[in-house]
């Protein structure tokens, strides 16, 4: 091949071409093979219908002597084309007769060969059905094959994947989360569902009518004191019980007063008495202030434990 002398990136792009022109000259070989293949499907159909319309063509061509008109022609070559079916319609039903034939004369020969059977003082079969009884006596003698050993049942297979199992674990787990969710609606029912906002207004609406310092009072303005904590008005009583959130004086979640809120208690003992809690008003704490220590109040979370300053 001739060397190309000239500049570099011309050499390159004689490259590029020389490869493009390579590659389309595959793409052609490859289509001219694959247009070959397909002409030599079509000839080997073709081949199948030629003999017939060659053998009616030929007795055309024997048949028709001078000028005859398009017609008539036309005429012909279906008579023939009919007449050519009907051969070969009747040479497959000769074909399938003598096949008839064939089974029919076999069927004869069997029951004739029966009858000669029949007819003997002794069967031939005989010999072959003791020949059949040793066999099988030969297999009763042969000894039993010893079992595969199975599983263990002693072994402990609950690691093992189990399908059974696994349906009633998780029936379990269901009836557990319903039996769950219909003691939560239980608990929801009652009056510890609403919020200590819900509870002061309630709470402001009874005590009005007693106390005239209420009377010009809202909500905002009271405060819920359960534990020496300040519970924020957001907070429901549910969320105290369902978390068994505690202050430092006793539970948050129970409201049941048990023994006399003036004696003296441990504090590093847990217990589940637990205090009134209170109903004050923002405007008492700076006045408490003279009688108490001034230590404030810190507000409760249910979700993490608090750690509540005494008001002693």
Same mark, same amino acid.
């Given at each position: ?15 590029? !071409?020389?490869?493009? +022109? ?9 289509? #001219? ?8 499907? #079509?000839?080997?159909?073709?081949? #199948? ?32 084309? /009919? ?6 319609? #009747?040479? &497959? ?5 003598? @096949?008839?034939?064939?089974?029919? =004369? ?22 072959? &059905?003791?020949?059949? $009884?040793? &066999? ?14 199975? =599983? ?16 009633? *674990?998780?029936? @379990? +787990?269901?009836?557990?989360?319903? $039996? ?5 609606? /239980? ?39 359960? *534990? ?23 539970? !948050? ?16 003992? $847990? ?42």
């Amino acid at each position: 091949m001739a060397q190309y002398k000239g500049a570099a990136s011309e050499a390159g792009r004689a490259m590029q !071409l020389m490869k493009k +022109r390579e590659r389309e000259r595959e793409q052609l070989e490859q289509l #001219k093979q694959k247009i070959a293949e397909d002409n030599m499907v #079509k000839s080997n159909i073709d081949k #199948k219908f030629s003999a017939h319309y060659d053998a009616v063509e030929q007795e055309l061509k024997s048949s028709t002597v001078g000028l005859v008109t398009l017609n008539d022609m036309k005429a012909k070559q279906e008579a023939l084309v /009919k007449e050519r079916e009907k051969q070969l319609a #009747k040479k &497959e039903q000769s074909k399938e007769l003598q @096949l008839k034939l064939e089974k029919q =004369k076999e069927k004869k020969r069997k029951e004739e060969q029966k009858r000669k059977i029949a007819s003997l003082s002794f069967n031939p079969d005989e010999g072959a &059905e003791e020949e059949e $009884e040793e &066999e099988t006596e030969e297999e009763i003698c042969i000894p039993a094959k010893k079992k595969k050993l199975g =599983k263990n049942p002693d072994v402990d297979t609950s690691f093992l994947p189990d399908r059974d199992r696994e349906e009633e *674990e998780n029936r @379990l +787990r269901e009836e557990l989360r319903q $039996e769950w969710e219909r003691k939560q609606e /239980k608990i929801k029912s009652k009056i510890c569902s609403s919020t200590i906002q819900q509870f002061l207004q309630r709470a402001l609406e009874v005590l009005r009518k007693d106390f005239s310092e209420l009377r010009s009072a809202g909500v905002e303005h009271l405060m819920y004191i359960k *534990e020496d904590l300040i519970i924020p008005h957001h907070h429901s009583f549910y969320d105290f019980i369902v978390t068994k959130a505690r202050g430092k004086s006793g539970p !948050l979640f129970s409201f049941d007063v048990h023994d006399d809120i003036r004696l003296v208690n441990d504090a590093t003992v $847990e217990k589940d008495e637990s205090h009134a809690g209170k109903v004050v008003l923002r405007s008492c704490t700076p006045s408490a202030a003279v009688v108490f220590t001034p230590n404030p109040l810190p507000t409760s979370s249910p979700t993490v434990p608090p750690l509540p300053l005494s008001l002693n």
